[in-house]
């Protein structure tokens, strides 16, 4: 006779294998969201780019383990914020998840742990080739805390006061997309534009250098996003195969709607246009992912791509650096997924794994608009407010400034802050600035060759 198990035996073991396989489909998007970040960058900044990344996963790893589970998700908490009941894991193993009774909360923790990790790793991209690396970390850890843990904490936490309201919000489009978005604004606008940035002789130096690693990007975090908005069903149900279809229809739709409006103006199929089409897609449609089918999927994908594409012209005329275009695909992506969330919402996809839902206007249930707009500014108002907040006390800090010299910016974070570099070889540029009008202009350029640490495996390319 087999040993009765101490934990568990209520749980279906397809249900935990599926959401620790989409466990590892999320952490993958962090490298992706690196790649993606890296290639849109230029070359003397590609390496810091896909190691920014991957530190936030390091260090909110250890404060999701310190109490960032604990704030997000404990059942004794407020309506704004949990407690420490949790805190360094304590009484997280075998009890039914706050998620979901089909799986543990140990498998729902390391799960909404890769969420809480990506976050950060898409604020910081607006950030880019100017920040310094040690108040960056600093500010990952503080902002994960006043921030994401409490956004999620409002949506998915069963006391949380967006989610008592009534708001839908099925994979994270205010906790994440909504919340990197303005996050990303607020911190573009603490630090000011990159050096040469705005300047018409200097416009051209700013344009992705790898386009290559935009596409591999774009393909980690689409693949991804399957474990994304389909494990966010918490079960191997018909729901997440359907939150799946969902994810895939409005990704393919926003792809094609940015090339669209893209080959309008530049009459060119732009391999970066297809790129951040898909991605202002999956962007659109997380929130609403288990709420509905694949016809409002394409109208959410086909929106989404519209109000991106329109948004990632924004900083030209507010005259604001936002070096990735963070906000833009994900700020405004994440709302106008959030709103139609409450437009297309349909109660019978819900019940395909058993969720009782009122839907949205599909069912006539039309406050739900307000509710899910309540949601999404509220956590824009938050993001971007305490976002500043904390950057502006942070900058005030000796030590904690949170730009580099003129120097190092003209130098690249990869050598400045890293001592190595993503290229075997690297095009040096000799500028000089004219003294009363500060306009800088290239004299001569030459091909150096970068030493490396370690030469192993060294590559002889050009960036």
Known sequence: MDAELPYGPEFNAGNIGWVLASTALVWLMIPGIGYFYSGLARSKNALSM?????LCLVVVSVQWFIWGYSLAFSDTGSAFIGNVKHAFFRDVLGEPSPGSANIP?????VYQGMFACLTPALAIGSAAERARLMPMIIFIFVWSTIVYDVLACWTWNPNGWSFQLGGLDFAGGTPVHIASGFSSLAYALILGKRAGKGSISQESDFKPHNMSNVVLGTALLWFGWFGFNGGSALGGSLRAGMACIVTNLAASIGAITWMALDYRIDRKFSALGFCSGAISGLVAITPAAGFVGPGPAVAIGFFGGVFCNLASHMKDWL??????????VHGVGGYVGCIFTGVFAESYIAALDGTEIPGGWMDQNWVQVGYQFADATAGAAWSFFITYLILFIMDKIPGLSLRVSQEVELQGLDVAEFG?????????????????????????EEVKEVPQHNDIGRTSMVS
């Open 105 to 109: 909360a140990i498998v729902f923790c």
């Open 319 to 328: 005259r604001y650096d936002d070096a990735l275009d963070v906000f833009a």
């Open 50 to 54: 896909i190691m920014s990344a991957f």
């Open 420 to 444: 190595e570099q993503a290229y075997a070889y690297h095009i040096n540029k000799i500028v000089t600035v004219d003294p009363e009008t500060g306009e800088q202009k290239v004299v001569r």
